[in-house]
Structures are given as C-alpha cells and as structure tokens.
Nanobody, 123 residues
Framework: QVQLVESGGGLVQAGGSLRLSCAAS????????MGWFRQAPGKERESVAT????????YYVDSVKGRFTISRDNAKNTVYLQMNSLKPEDTAVYYC????????????????WGQGTQVTVSS
C-alpha cells in the first residue's frame, strides 16, 4: 500500500512557474513508477508525465513537452513536477499516482492516488 500527498499548487499568472511535490509513504518507493495526471472541470482526466522507478525514463503528453519536467528523489520518497511557461489551459486539479514497476501513461494502470492539488493559471 502506498499513500501519496501532493503539495505546491496555487494561483499563478500565465508564463509563471510552479513546482508540485508528491510525498509517498513506504520503504520501496524506488520500485514504483510515478505519474502526474490532471483533470479540468468538465473534462476527462489527462495524463501529464510519468517517470520510471529509477528516474531514467520519463514520458510527457505533447502539450507539456518543453515546459514541464518530472523528476524524483528516491532518498526522499518524493516525485516532482516542475511547470514552467504555464498557460491558462494548464488549469486543473493535479494528481500524482503510483504503480508497481513500469511507467505507463495510462492512468487506469495506476492503483494508488493522492488527493490532488489545484493549479490555476490566470490570463
């Protein structure tokens, strides 16, 4: 069982930056692939970025490539999402999620989820 707690959301102007953090419980964090997902009002949940347990492999949805960076610190049981050049269309509740072993951009493959953190980008 993995428990996840996100932090770092907030209100930012377009073009600004935020860094989201997700702290995980457990002693085998490095064995879990981690992902960031988001859901805007009235829209389906969207995969944003995922990272393998070692951190060597990362994947991004096209709309955030070059602007967002996913990383992890296995010594701190934490995964991050650095978001730069934010746009109003990035406004959503952002969730982190975990799955045993390999990273995938399919949210259905992640059984463990945090409570979410709101990101609002004003124009």
């Amino acid at each position: 069982q993995v428990q996840l707690v996100e932090s770092g959301g907030g209100l930012v102007q377009a073009g600004g930056s935020l860094r989201l953090s997700c702290a995980a419980s457990g002693r085998t964090f490095s064995m879990y692939a981690m992902g960031w997902f988001r859901q805007a009002p009235g829209k389906e949940r969207e995969s944003v970025a995922t990272i393998s347990g070692s951190g060597r492999n990362t994947y991004y949805v096209d709309s955030v490539k070059g602007r967002f960076t996913i990383s992890r610190d296995n010594a701190k049981n934490t995964v991050y999402l650095q978001m730069n050049s934010l746009k109003p269309e990035d406004t959503a509740v952002y969730y982190c999620a975990a799955r045993w072993m390999g990273a995938t951009m399919s949210s259905q493959e992640y059984p463990y989820w945090g409570q979410g953190t709101q990101v609002t980008v004003s124009s």
